[in-house]
């Protein structure tokens, strides 16, 4: 089992929607939380990070569930330009960040 | 300002080259990371830096790859013998917090034919 999940997707959605992704891990041990945004053939890019009691830029909103060890982003009012991967990141240990292998989200005009 | 920069962006090697990737990170940065990247496997880490200094090199996968960082603004990450398998793109990241956002440059994208 990868210690970061994250449905690949790809989500495809119409302009204007609302979609929600979620990521589980798996150690229980785990301090902090990220989402980030990787753009087709590019690098990723640090979105937000994910707060016990949840946070809100924007748009988009994380929130965390340290019970059920799962993640979640949802965002609001989806533009062409969201289009992208969105990766799940967990802290593990000291500077040891843990991707997930992604959700691809698809806006259609 | 000037983002991490890694070179070259892309390289198309043959089974058994010698591969060297390198890195310039952030200025001021103190960490620097190395990761690659796979369709299947998704972002590894595979070696991280403090301040010059190897920390964790437990993602590395086998003795075929070593990484140095001689200064505060250099890294190189080799493969030697390259192998097929090793076909990814390599990602060099750097940040001044522990724990801290990281900052990537734009990959190298390695073939091995």
């Known amino acids: 089992r990868k210690e970061v999940e994250q449905d690949p997707g790809p989500f495809n959605v119409p302009e204007g929607a609302t979609v929600a992704f979620n990521c589980t891990y798996s150690n229980s041990a785990s301090q902090s939380f990220f989402w980030y945004r990787q753009d087709c053939r590019k690098e990723p890019k640090l979105l937000m990070s994910?707060?016990?009691s949840g946070n809100e830029d924007g748009r988009f909103t994380a929130q965390l569930n340290r019970a059920s060890q799962y993640i979640s982003l949802l965002i609001r009012d989806s533009k062409l330009s969201d289009s992208a991967t969105y990766l799940c990141v967990v802290n593990r240990a000291v500077n040891k960040l843990i991707f997930g292998t992604g959700t691809l989200l698809a806006v259609q005009p | 300002d000037a983002g991490v920069i890694q070179s070259p962006r892309h390289e198309v090697t043959e089974m058994g080259q010698e591969v060297t990737l390198r890195c310039k990170p952030i200025?001021?940065?103190?960490?620097l990371f190395w990761y690659r990247q796979t369709m299947m496997r998704g972002l590894e880490l595979l070696i991280y830096f403090n301040n010059n200094v190897p920390i964790d090199d437990s993602g590395m996968p086998e003795d075929r790859f070593s990484a140095k960082m001689p200064n505060a603004s250099f890294s190189t990450l080799k493969i030697q013998p390259s192998e097929p398998r090793d076909s990814a793109v390599y990602f060099c990241a750097s940040s001044f917090l522990q724990n801290g956002e990281l900052f990537f440059g734009e990959g190298s994208r390695l073939t091995v034919l």
């Open positions: 994910v707060y016990s």
């Open positions: 200025s001021g940065h103190d960490y």
